[in-house]
């Protein structure tokens, strides 16, 4: 192979980005930062509020930015931490505060004690909503709990959680006829 195809190669695969989905115009579609084994951390009100570690960390001039294989930690004003968690990809829109999350999602909310994981979420901090696509399996286990289903949609505000399709999984109860249920729900 001569030496031109193959700087033309190595050009064209360096530069790839972890922004797929928009602008197939060109335009805009590199990133204005990147960073490797990245650590940001922000701070409000001198406090640590949200630490986000990342193989790779891109910035774009639109108000979005883009992790790949990152890892997460938030906390709240009073130093207590509230959620962890890891995702192979990352979207962050800081303009909308809405966090797009994609394949091998781990999330652990130790506020709430609840533990998911999925494959495709998306996280809006304003509405403190979090949904699942349609058919995007999500498992949700905390102590009394452990179903899965797709369909999934979550509320922060008011602490609850649906699946739109049908679920299974175990129910857990302190009744003391029946220590746990398993259910298929059809």
């Known amino acids: 192979m001569s030496k031109a195809v193959l700087l033309l190669l190595l050009l ?22 990147e960073f490797k084994d990245a650590d940001y951390k922000k701070y409000e009100d001198n406090k640590l509020s949200t630490q986000i570690q990342a193989q790779t960390l891109e910035q774009y001039k639109d108000s979005s930015t883009y992790a790949k294989n990152a890892r997460f930690k938030t906390w709240n004003s009073g130093g207590d931490l509230l959620t962890e968690g890891y995702c192979a990809l990352l979207g962050i829109n800081s303009d909308t505060k809405i966090y ?76 003391n006829e029946s220590n746990g249920e398993d259910f298929s729900e059809e």
């Open 100 to 175: 797009t999350l994609f394949n091998e999602i781990f999330i652990d909310s130790i506020e709430q004690n609840f533990k998911i994981n999925a494959e495709s979420l998306k996280w809006n901090s304003e509405t403190k909503q979090m949904v699942s696509t349609k058919d995007g399996n999500v498992k949700l286990t905390r102590s009394d709990i452990e179903i899965q289903g797709s369909g999934f949609s979550a509320s922060g505000a008011s602490k609850s959680f649906e699946f739109t399709n049908p679920v299974t999984g175990t129910i857990t109860t302190d009744d």
């Open 12 to 33: 064209a695969f360096s530069s790839c980005s972890l922004k797929y989905d928009e602008n197939p115009s060109g335009t805009d579609s590199s990133p204005e930062l």
